[in-house]
């Protein structure tokens, strides 16, 4: 039951991770080999697709605070999409959504980096 | 009670997911009660793993349900005197550069359940939880 997995793809040149299943103390290593693979080859613009996240414990969440700081220093995101009202529960009990960006879709996500990440229009 | 023995490693947390499972189809707990259940035993159980991993032996998880109470036990054999209930609230409020993943865990446990006891006799960690059923 408790397995987890993880898949990488690209939306208009941002990097996507699909979360699957259960992300505890025992998976939650996963995901941070995954972060650092994409820290180590500058890839910050991240959106977590938490549509097939069925689990969260604090190791979990331990995971995006490890990260975020790195990433936002390099001018990226990481942006959380697509939870589920029990997984989101558990980041709103920390007050999560103070901190990070949570979408309601990943287009959402997008959306949001393609403004922030756009040069101001000339003449404003 | 049911109660089962697990050994102390992230690995079982894949078959306490299933022991909680089968006692959530006898006792007729909703899908929301097993995330509860999965959450708060990982919580506890994982701090016993972190800050107690020299025991060498299995710790163990019970579960009983009394009408609309869900009594919910773990035990930690042959470690040291460590009461996860007396670690101070994690400011929610606070930015993030102030922010510590630590303690998150038990101030998560805290807010799920209706009770969180610790006791400790005879060398045994106990952490009793209990959480009332909505009906």
């Keep these: 039951m408790s397995t987890f997995k993880i898949e990488h793809r690209e939306n208009n040149a941002i990097n996507v991770l699909d979360l699957k299943g259960y992300l505890d103390a025992h998976t939650a290593p996963e995901l941070e080999k995954t972060f650092q693979s994409l820290i180590d080859t500058n890839r910050f613009r991240i959106i977590v697709n938490c549509r097939d996240l069925t689990y969260i414990s604090s190791a979990g969440l331990g995971v995006f605070m490890a990260y975020i700081e790195d990433v936002r220093r390099n001018q990226g995101d990481i942006k959380l999409s697509n939870m589920s009202p029990k997984v989101f529960n558990v980041f709103d009990l920390l007050g999560f959504p103070l901190l990070y960006e949570i979408t309601p879709d990943e287009a959402d996500a997008v959306k949001k980096f393609q403004e922030t990440g756009k040069p101001p229009k000339a003449g404003k | ?135």
Excluded: W
């Design chain 2, 1 to 135: 009670m049911t109660e089962k023995k697990f050994k102390k490693d992230f690995s079982s947390l894949e078959s306490i997911d299933a022991f909680i499972r089968s006692f959530a189809a006898d006792h007729s707990l909703d899908d929301e009660m097993v995330f509860t259940l999965n959450f708060v035993i990982e919580e506890i159980f994982t701090n016993m793993v972190k800050y107690q991993p020299g025991s060498g032996k299995d710790m163990s998880v019970g579960l009983s349900r009394e009408d609309d109470l869900l009594r919910i036990r773990l035990v930690d054999y042959g470690v040291e005197y460590f009461d996860p209930t007396s670690k101070p609230p994690v400011d929610v409020n606070k930015p993030l550069e102030e922010r510590r993943p630590g303690g998150l865990g038990v101030h998560l446990v805290k807010m799920y359940v209706d009770d969180f006891r610790y006791e400790f006799t005879d060398d045994n960690s106990i952490i009793t939880l209990t959480k009332k059923l909505k009906d």
